[in-house]
Structure formats: structure tokens, C-alpha cells
């Protein structure tokens, strides 16, 4: 299990990281929203028939909240 440490002036305040608190720290999307507007990205690696890091980057960038992935790859 992660924890967060949160200073303050007296003591130090440690708190289980689950997934209330990551989602408490992202922004809500707009609903009218669009591809466009949720970020672009453009990912460029790889070799011959070595394209799985990038794969695999351009799908966790999806997963992430990324509008837009664009991948090049050889």
C-alpha cells in the first residue's frame, strides 16, 4: 500500500493513496467537451520490430484521459 505524507507546521499527517483521493486530485472534464480539447499527444520510438514500448505507451496515455494519441512508429 502507498502513502501520501501531508506537512504541516506541527506534525506530519500520512494517508492511505486509494482511489477517492487520486480522484479528488484530477479535474472534473466538461461534459460538452470534445477530443480536442482533453490533450494531444504525439509519440515517437521504437525500432524494427521492436514497436512494443511505444504501443504500450500510446495505449496508457489513452487510458490516462489523453483527447488525442498520435503514435510513430517504424
Do not use: N, W
Request: hydrophobic content about 35%; some cysteine; overall charge positive.
Amino acid at each position: 500500500m502507498c502513502y501520501t505524507v501531508q506537512k504541516s507546521r506541527r506534525r506530519c499527517a500520512m494517508r492511505p493513496i486509494d482511489r477517492e483521493y487520486v480522484r479528488s486530485l484530477m479535474p472534473r472534464r466538461d461534459p460538452a467537451g470534445h477530443k480536442g480539447t482533453f490533450g494531444k499527444v504525439y509519440l515517437l520510438g521504437g525500432s524494427v520490430g521492436y514497436t512494443g514500448a511505444p504501443v504500450l505507451c500510446a495505449a496508457a496515455a489513452e487510458r490516462s484521459g489523453c483527447g488525442l494519441v498520435f503514435l510513430g512508429v517504424p
